[in-house]
């Protein structure tokens, strides 16, 4: 029987010549629905590009967990047996220290703050993701002195600004240096510049530097000591697990935060914009589905008649709610394929041709990035659905109501 109901809404929708008003409102609730759909798509693909992008390149140079001292102090002494430790954490791949100072660097053209970050490179120390491709120079340089200067890896912005190139001497001042009895003295250090990094990240490239923990320890007048202990996992969504299992193994003056615990702005910020998109774009749908409406209400007013005579024939109430249900679903899948086709191709396009810029200096990224995801196509596709049902119920249930006695009395 449901052949029965599919063939009569596939017929009132092919209108004939007298009713070609029917005809163009269907093209335009189809075309309502497939824009909302393909909205949906590029809306949802931005916002996961953007939390994407910025996740890879801040995960890039930091951690998915970081021991950090509670209250800043002299720094981690015990680090090397803390880290051998913390390897034994179910998923962490590896512990690895890292020690930060903020510093400045003079180069041909200018001064600029920057912040130098010490890194193991000896033997099976663990690879920087912002380090695995280096636009120029080479990472096995900052194992030992480059013709008496200790290397150092530049952000390629940073370099850009100062002035810096590769083989360059940069002099890197620590404004904190040596304590002295009239205060701090700044402490002026050279380095070879070995390598030039670009991850995409402007913070990054434009702020950062790398060198030996050795390196660093000299360069900020430290003793062995580093200010950071950093966890790799082999499942990011275990960062918390991970860190709750650090606890016990670190002591009371050390505690570990989590890559989404440092960039929690971020992420809110990014989970409120999608959940706006989401309500922003899904009005377009409901315009969609007032035009659905509208196109089965004037079915039912053009095709009483025959309603009634289908009805007369045998056809039962049920029958001629699915008939207009179908007519409803016929439509929003119809759009609900189109939009769906065009939003993950021009996202597609839009991604690997960089179609939209944005300024780098503003926005950390110079072109919008476009991530769609299946699982989104999932639940939009049943959201469309959903709605398109809706819309047609009452006219569905209209047509169900029609007596044939009254209708066809005159007839």
Same mark, same amino acid.
């Given at each position: 029987?449901?052949?029965?109901?599919?063939?009569?809404?596939?017929?009132?929708? @092919?209108? *004939?010549?007298? &009713? #070609?008003?029917?005809?163009? +409102?269907?093209?335009?609730?189809?075309?309502?629905? %497939?824009? $909302?759909?393909?909205?949906?798509?590029?809306?949802?693909?931005?916002?996961?590009?953007?939390?994407?992008?910025?996740?890879?390149n801040l995960l890039g140079a930091t951690a998915h967990v970081s021991i950090l001292e509670k209250e800043p102090g002299f720094g981690i002494n015990d680090w090397r047996e803390t880290a051998a430790r913390l390897r034994s954490i179910p998923g962490v791949v590896n512990a690895s220290p890292g020690l930060y100072g903020s510093v400045f660097l003079s180069g041909p053209l200018q001064s600029s703050g920057m912040i130098l970050k010490g890194i193991p490179v000896g033997e099976g120390a663990p690879p920087v993701d912002a380090l695995v491709h280096l636009k120029e120079g080479?990472?096995? @340089?900052? *194992?030992?002195? &480059? #013709?008496?200067?200790?290397? +150092?890896?530049?952000?390629?912005?940073?370099?850009? %600004?100062? $002035?810096?190139?590769?083989?360059?001497?940069?002099?890197?001042?620590?404004?904190?240096?040596?304590?002295?009895?009239?205060?701090?003295?700044?402490?002026?250090?050279?380095?070879?510049?070995?390598?030039?990094?670009e991850s995409g990240f402007f913070d990054l490239d434009s702020a950062w530097a790398f060198t030996s923990i050795e390196s660093a320890q000299k360069a900020l007048s430290l003793p062995d000591v580093v200010n950071s202990i950093e966890l790799r996992l082999s499942d990011l969504?275990?960062?918390?697990?991970?860190?709750?299992?650090?606890?016990?193994?670190?002591g009371g003056k050390l505690a570990a935060t989590t890559w989404g615990e440092q960039n929690r702005q971020i992420w809110n910020a990014l989970r409120m914009e999608r959940n706006v998109t989401v309500i922003t774009v899904g009005l377009i749908q409901l315009v969609a589905a007032l035009n659905i409406l509208i196109t089965l209400v004037m079915i039912v007013m053009e095709k009483h008649r025959d309603i009634a005579l289908l009805m007369?024939?045998?056809?039962?109430?049920?029958?001629?709610?699915?008939?207009?249900?179908?007519?409803?679903?016929?439509?929003?899948?119809?759009?609900?394929?189109?939009?769906?086709?065009?939003?993950?191709?021009?996202?597609?396009?839009?991604?690997?041709?960089?179609?939209?810029?944005?300024?780098?200096?503003?926005?950390?990224?110079?072109?919008?990035?476009?991530?769609?995801?299946?699982?989104?196509?999932?639940?939009?596709?049943?959201?469309?659905?959903?709605?398109?049902?809706?819309?047609?119920?009452?006219?569905?249930?209209?047509?169900?109501r029609i007596v044939p006695v009254e209708m066809l009395r005159y007839e």
């Open positions: 029987m449901r052949e029965f109901e599919r063939f009569v809404a596939g017929r009132y929708l @092919r209108a *004939r010549r007298k &009713q #070609r008003v029917i005809s163009v +409102i269907t093209v335009i609730s189809i075309v309502g629905v %497939a824009a $909302g759909v393909m909205a949906l798509v590029i809306a949802l693909a931005i916002n996961n590009g953007f939390r994407s992008t910025l996740q890879r080479s990472l096995d @340089r900052l *194992r030992g002195a &480059q #013709r008496g200067y200790p290397g +150092i890896i530049l952000g390629a912005r940073l370099a850009q %600004a100062t $002035g810096m190139t590769l083989e360059s001497v940069a002099q890197v001042l620590n404004p904190q240096g040596e304590l002295t009895p009239f205060g701090p003295r700044p402490v002026m250090h050279r380095f070879r510049v070995v390598g030039i990094f969504d275990r960062a918390d697990e991970a860190a709750r299992a650090a606890g016990p193994l670190i007369a024939m045998g056809a039962r109430e049920r029958q001629i709610r699915r008939i207009f249900v179908m007519q409803g679903l016929f439509i929003g899948a119809i759009g609900t394929a189109i939009g769906l086709a065009a939003g993950y191709t021009i996202c597609y396009f839009a991604d690997r041709y960089q179609w939209l810029s944005l300024d780098q200096q503003v926005y950390a990224l110079s072109y919008v990035p476009f991530d769609p995801r299946w699982m989104d196509a999932i639940w939009i596709t049943g959201a469309a659905m959903g709605i398109s049902f809706a819309a047609s119920i009452y006219p569905a249930r209209n047509a169900s």
